[in-house]
Structures are given as structure tokens and as C-alpha cells.
């Protein structure tokens, strides 16, 4: 799947499983915490040096739902990964930025899971989010 507009490739593993989610789970909580890594991995790639793809690894396997968000822009520097998810706190210029982190950060608490960022093999950075299933 492509972004038409910012020319981006969705690459969605095909080992992916999501049938398992808990009644309890916060659907919506959840849709913004995806979306908001997701739509920063599509703006990362599609401004990086690297050919433009986002990929998506999704399990609910065992006791966890675990996502993998992967995008190949330019990364992130190791000295803002302390600050990532901080209020205002981006590697874009401009106004009105910093704010999808900390609401992904957010969701991420209200969820009771963890994320973790680390350097990407495609060349940016790849999220890894873990939820207990409870």
C-alpha cells in the first residue's frame, strides 16, 4: 500500500495477527497511539534520504499485543531519545510541532504498556510497543 500524497510504501508484515484483543482493551486509545507513530513514520520517511517505506509488524500472541513500527527517514539522534516523547520535543522544523509523541506517550500510559525507540534497520527508527493482555 502506498500514501498516494506523501508517496510512501505500508509495508504490513504478512506474519501479523491482531484476533485477540481483550474486551477491556481502549479501541480508540490504541487507534491514536498507532496513528500518531504511524503518521510520524510516514512524514520521517517521506522527507529522509532513503527510499520512502513504513513497516508495521502487529502480534497478540501469548500474553502481550506487541507492535513494531519501523520507518526508513533519517532517524532520530540517540541524545533525543530521553526527549522524544517530551511536549514540543521534535526533529521537524516549524510550529505547531511535537505533539504526536507525547500524545503517543500518553495513550501508552493510560494502556498500561511500554514503548521502546531504538535506530531502524531501513535507516530511521523503529517504535516496539508491548500492552498486557491482562
Do not use: C
Request: charged share 25%; proline share 2%.
Amino acid at each position: 500500500m502506498t500514501d498516494t500524497e506523501q508517496k510512501v510504501t505500508l509495508l504490513i508484515d504478512p506474519e501479523s495477527r491482531m484476533i485477540d484483543l481483550p474486551n477491556e482493551l481502549d479501541r480508540h486509545t490504541l487507534t491514536t497511539l498507532l496513528g500518531n507513530i504511524i503518521d510520524n513514520g510516514i512524514e520521517a520517511a517521506a522527507s529522509g534520504k532513503n527510499n520512502p517505506k513504513v513497516s508495521l509488524f502487529m502480534s497478540d500472541f501469548g500474553n502481550d499485543l506487541i507492535f513494531e513500527i519501523e520507518d526508513s527517514g533519517d532517524g532520530i539522534k540517540e541524545e533525543l531519545f530521553d526527549r522524544i516523547f517530551d511536549k514540543g520535543v521534535s526533529t521537524k522544523n516549524g510550529s505547531q510541532r511535537g505533539y504526536g509523541l507525547y500524545l503517543a506517550q500518553k495513550a501508552i500510559g493510560t494502556l498500561g504498556g511500554t514503548i521502546q525507540i531504538e535506530q531502524a534497520d531501513l535507516g530511521g527508527t523503529r517504535f516496539e510497543i508491548i500492552i498486557a493482555k491482562k
